[in-house]
């Protein structure tokens, strides 16, 4: 999983457009590169997609659809026999487990979050959602 911000928007902003991207064993899905446009307000997006995860990973629901902020992309979560798999319109990009998604999702969002001044806007719905979605990471083993 991967999330950047596009560049030549100036001082970064919650409202920066930006990508997503999830490799996985059976695919790619992204947000750059289409006609039209798939790219979002990539911090928001990163907020809801911690978000409604967060609440998937921890309750029972079989599928979880999530859109970013202003675009047409998205993502399908499903709950499998064996763990999870993503999926994009074009079809199963990954099979995973829960903590292996969660995992590959934090660590994308901590990768974007320091470029976002703590005085923005969205900071504090940055940090909240962050704070909100780390326990559902497995601690590392050393």
């Known amino acids: 999983m991967q999330f950047t911000v596009r560049p030549g928007q100036g001082d970064a ?3 920066d457009l930006g990508d997503m991207a999830v ?3 059976l695919g790619t899905a992204e947000s750059a590169g289409h ?3 798939q790219g979002m307000m990539i911090y928001l997006s990163v907020v809801q997609l911690l978000d409604s995860l967060g609440g998937f990973l921890r309750g029972n629901a079989r599928v979880l659809t ?3 902020a202003d675009t047409s992309f998205g993502l399908v979560v499903r709950r499998t026999k064996d763990g999870l798999s ?3 319109e074009k079809g199963v990009v990954a099979r995973t487990t829960a903590p292996e998604l969660a995992s590959a999702v934090l660590r ?3 990768d974007l979050g320091p470029a976002l001044p703590p005085q923005d806007p969205v ?3 940055w940090e909240a959602a962050l704070a909100a979605f780390r326990p559902l990471v497995p601690a590392r083993k050393e």
């Open 13 to 15: 902003s919650g409202f």
């Open 123 to 125: 900071a504090s719905d």
């Open 35 to 37: 006609v039209p446009d």
């Open 66 to 68: 999530f859109t970013g």
């Open 108 to 110: 994308a969002a901590e």
């Open 23 to 25: 490799a996985g064993d």
């Open 86 to 88: 993503v999926a994009c």
